[in-house]
Nanobody
Framework: QVQLVESGGGLVQAGGSLRLSCTASGNIFRFYSVGWYRQAPGKQRDLVATMDTSSKIGYGDSVKGRFTISRDNGKNTLYLQMNSLKPEDTAIYYC????????WGQGTQVTVSS
């Protein structure tokens, strides 16, 4: 069973930055697509960013130009650099390995104050 451990969430003022990390156990990380998703209170879980094994990247429309996804296969770690944060970015952020039927992290809270 693969475990994903997230870190880096917290409270930040609007316009600030945060960097999320997600480290996977085991040695399968490099063979799967990865992604970040978020869920705000009372809303569905939405795509933030994805990266496949050939480093093809996709972003949700609301974060394009502000967020950057990256991965380090040598460290089994996925990152999300979040810049120019807005209050509407407030949510629990989840990392994913392997798509909907894959593995999920426990979530990390990101709160952006106005």
């Amino acid at each position: 069973q693969v475990q994903l451990v997230e870190s880096g969430g917290g409270l930040v003022q609007a316009g600030g930055s945060l960097r999320l990390s997600c480290t996977a156990s085991g040695n399968i990380f490099r063979f799967y697509s990865v992604g970040w998703y978020r869920q705000a209170p009372g809303k569905q879980r939405d795509l933030v960013a994805t990266m496949d094994t050939s480093s093809k990247i996709g972003y949700g429309d609301s974060v394009k130009g502000r967020f950057t996804i990256s991965r380090d296969n040598g460290k089994n770690t996925l990152y999300l650099q979040m810049n120019s944060l807005k209050p509407e970015d407030t949510a629990i952020y989840y990392c994913n390995l392997g798509g909907d039927s894959g593995f999920w992290g426990q979530g990390t809270q990101v709160t952006v104050s106005s």
